[in-house]
């Protein structure tokens, strides 16, 4: 397998080189040359166990590669990537597992380390770089630098935590992430993490990293890498539950194989759902993908008029972590629907103008693989207590996001056929919110987390478990014009103490 550059086809990585590089030269993203020879073995899915669905789908995606060849034990297989990134590391055993609720399934991605979906990605993305580099030969030290609202960082630091080879630097604004959020960081103790707090917001946190990437003179033999989603190594471990969850129904006789199901997908940077359609290109049988989002519905209006338009207000919503106006990952939808040279326009477009407009041609065909619908933070919170109370379900904002645009698109389309609606955080990472909703009082975050706990019985996860009595082993703070000299004196460093 090849990878692309999303803005200039003649720009060609091995998945091993896309992988280090995260970002192509150009600014494009890299995308697989063709999903022909990556069919996935439907007749073999109900036989599969979970790794052994996760393997297939990186062996699928970087066929040919060794760094997921087991070539004379010298680099691991990819099953090997997928047990040292997921084992003992999930507190469900199924790390995706679907419950019914109403008529439809609700699939829990959020049984990781962090309690969040993008533990999934990011517990075997530094698998994946830590190979990259054994199959590349590379000598060099790859810093992770990384500014983050908060799902992110925690778990970037969770997966990175004493990989070998790899260093991470997490920036988070000192105002505007919650205090659990904070402590999940803090309280990591890899040797080669360092967890830095900004003064500012995550605007100044994310234009410091940015700043530092084009700016900052590297040392001989360091190179600087990031894990965001636009990084192939992060999207293509998301591929694989689409693929469990239909075996799951197969499995439980909701449906035969070559039944279509419908996935709604709560959105915010377009990773989570453009993985979806890449499990659909190798040979899911996927009825709709369903973009969900909150009051920042740029997507939305995208889907509906063909006009993706970033230059409008931003909210500040009870789902946080889908407050984007810019989803780069649209770039590679857009790549697959009109090719990299229009591609490479319409980016160009939207850096000029903060705005570019598709071909009808183009949105129809867009519109027959994908719906979109969103809701706003009240109807968020109604819909948590409604759920709740009609069918004992608990769950946190984010997904309620989901589940709010699901039953409008079920009223609207009347569609027949089973829908999945993806969960991507624990109630208990947004226990704030998840009381309010509930109509309950708390004294503060921590104090939320337990009267969460007596008042519904659901269980905490494990990770949360007296998070406020956590070590903390990170304190650092700097102002955000003092970000570049930080970062150049650890990267300057050899050995990172606490
Ligand atoms: C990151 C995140 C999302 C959005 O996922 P994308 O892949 O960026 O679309 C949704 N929910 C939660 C809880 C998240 O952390």
Known sequence: MFYLSTRNNEISKTPSEAVLEGIAKDGGLYMPKTFEGAAFPMERLTKMSNKEISAEVISLLFAGDKMIANEKGEFAGAYELVSKAYDGKFDNEDFAPLEKVADAYVMELYHGPTCAFKDVALQLLPQLISSAKKATEMKDEIVILTATSGDTGSAALSGFSDVEGVKIIVFYPRKGISAVQERQMVSVDGKNTCVCSVGGNFDDAQSGVKNIFANLKLPEGVKLSSANSINIGRLAPQVAYYFKAYRDLLLNGEIKMGDKVNFVVPTGNFGDILAGYFAKKMGLSVGK??????????????????????????????????????????????????????????????????????????????????????????????????????????????????????????????????????????????????MNALGQGYDGEFDALSKLNAYTGAKIPGSLVDIEKKPVFHSVTVEKDEMMDFVDKMVNTKTWHK
């Open 289 to 434: 993908l369903v973009c969900a989002s909150n009051e920042n519905k740029v997507l939305t209006d995208f889907f509906e008029n063909g006009v993706y338009n970033k230059n409008r207000s931003f909210y500040v919503t009870n789902s946080p972590s889908m407050d984007i106006l810019i989803s780069s990952n649209l770039e590679r939808l857009l790549y697959l629907t009109c090719g990299a040279k229009r591609c490479a326009d319409y980016m160009e477009q939207l850096k000029r103008n903060g705005e570019y407009k598709i071909t009808e041609e183009e949105l129809a065909k867009i519109n027959s693989e994908f719906d979109a619908g969103f809701t706003n933070g009240d109807e968020t919170i109604k819909t948590i207590k409604d759920v709740y109370e009609k069918h004992g379900y608990l769950m946190d904002t984010h997904t309620a996001v989901a589940w709010s645009v699901y039953e409008k698109w079920l009223a609207k389309t009347g569609n027949k056929d089973k829908t999945v609606v993806l969960s991507t955080a624990s109630p208990y990472k947004f226990s704030n919110s998840v």
